[in-house]
């Protein structure tokens, strides 16, 4: 099991960047696929980006492409989400999960293991 913990949401004009963390407790964080997941008011939680255990394998919602970053340092079981050029469709709490190393999937429901969410706002 893996307890996680987000940072790094606020407020940010449109345009502008934040970088989220997502700290994990254990030594199993480095055996662990990670992702970075959001849920807007209203709407289903999504996926935004995911990471393998080792940073090979990376998935990234159409909609982020080019503007987030997922990235990883297992030595400090921290997951980074760079996150630029940001918009008020971005606007959500933002979610840090985290599988076992057996499939690479990209669902929120294949995810048993879940932070308790940042909030990023970005306003116009």
């Known amino acids: 099991q893996v307890q996680l913990a987000e940072s790094g949401g606020g407020l940010v004009q449109a345009g502008g960047s934040l970088r989220l963390s997502c700290t994990g407790s254990?030594?199993?964080?480095?055996?662990?696929?990670m992702g970075w997941f959001r849920q807007a008011s209203g709407k289903d939680r999504e996926t935004v980006a995911v990471?393998?255990?080792?940073?090979?394998?990376?998935y990234y919602t159409d909609s982020v492409k080019g503007r987030f970053t997922i990235s990883r340092d297992n030595s400090k079981n921290t997951m980074y989400l760079q996150m630029a050029s940001l918009e008020p469709g971005d606007t959500a709490v933002y979610y840090c999960?985290?599988?076992?190393?057996?499939?690479?999937?990209?669902?929120?429901?294949?995810?048993?293991?879940w932070g308790q969410g940042t909030a990023v706002t970005v306003y116009s």
């Open positions: 990471i393998s255990w080792n940073g090979e394998n990376i």
């Open positions: 999960a985290a599988r076992v190393a057996t499939r690479f999937t990209t669902t929120p429901d294949t995810f048993p293991w």
């Open positions: 254990g030594r199993a964080f480095g055996s662990r696929h």
